[in-house]
C-alpha cells in the first residue's frame, strides 16, 4: 500500500482519520503540522513529498467557512483552487496518489433527486463554486485522483452541527431550526474508514466518488434526533431557511446517490441515525 501523508491534518476530518488510523493498525502515515504542510506553499509541499515519499497524499485541509467564504473570496479560492492545484502538482512529480476531499456544495439543490457523479454541478455559494474549482484543478493535473464529495460532517471533533446542537440544548429551552433544507449527515468517522478502505483497495478506478451516511434528512429532523438520542430537554421548532438569512446561500436538497463509491470499492455505508448514536455514545465517554 505504501506510506499515507495526511495534509489539513488538525480539521475534523484529519483528527478522524487519526483516530481511524489508530483503530485499524494503519502505522505507515504521517499527520504533518499546518506549518509543514501548506497547501498555498508549492516548494513547501514539494519538498515534503520529496522527503517522505508517501504513495498517497488525503487533503482534508479546506476552507470551509461558508458564510464567511462570501466575503474572503479570494482567501477561499486561494485555498480551495490553488491550494488543490498546488497539491496534485506536488503528487504529479512525486508519483503520489491523492485523494481530494470535496463537497454537496457544488451542486445547485434545486431538484429532488438522489444526485449522482454524472449530474451537473452548479454552486450557488462562494465556497460551493471555490470547491468546484478545486475538484477541476485536480482533475486537470493529475490523472491519480480519487475526489471524494461529502456532506454535512460532524464527528466528536471539532465543531459541528451536532456539537453546536448539543451546546445550545443544554443551555436553551426552545430552538428554532431550519425544516426546508434536507441531506443526508456524514459521520466523518465513517467517512475516514471509507477513505481507508478505498486505499487499502489498491484500486486504480480514479474519478469522483460520493459518499455520506445512508438516508435523508433536514437540519430540523437531524437536530430532532440529536436531542432525542442525548435526552436533551429543548423543543425545537421547524422553520423555513427564509426566515434565518444567511450569507451564503445554500443547496434546499442535496442528497446524493451513493452506488457508485458502494459498487467500485464494496464499501457499506451506515444509516445516519446509528451513525449518530456511536458519535454520541463517544462524546459522552469524553
Ligand atoms: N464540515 C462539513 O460539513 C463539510 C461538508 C462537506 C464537505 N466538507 C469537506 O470535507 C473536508 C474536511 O472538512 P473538515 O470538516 O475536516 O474541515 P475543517 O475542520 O475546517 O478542517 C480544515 C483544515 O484545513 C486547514 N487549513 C486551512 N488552510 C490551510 C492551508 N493553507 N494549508 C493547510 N491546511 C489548511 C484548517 O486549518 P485552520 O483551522 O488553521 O484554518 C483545518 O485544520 C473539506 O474538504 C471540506 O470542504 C466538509
Redesign the pocket.
Known sequence: MGKILI????????QCLKTVAERRAITDIVFPA?AD????DQTGLTSLLQKEKPAFVI??????AVDKAEDEVELAKA??ET?AANLALACASNNAVLVH?????VFEGNLVKLLTEDDEANPINVYGQT?LDGEKAVIALLNEHFII??????SEY?N?FVKTMLKLGAERDELNIIADQVGTP?Y?IDLANAIFDIILSDSKAYGVYHYSNEGVTSWFDFAKAIFDISETDVKANPIPGSAYPTKAIRPAFSVMDKSKIKNTFGIAIPYWRDSLIACIKKLNEK
Open positions: 495534509v489539513g491534518a488538525g480539521g475534523q476530518l484529519g499546518e504542510a501548506n497547501i498555498l487533503n482534508c485541509a479546506a476552507y470551509t485555498v480551495n491550494g476531499v470535496s463537497t454537496d456544495f470547491k464529495r461529502t456532506s454535512w460532517l460532524y471539532a459541528n456524514t466523518a
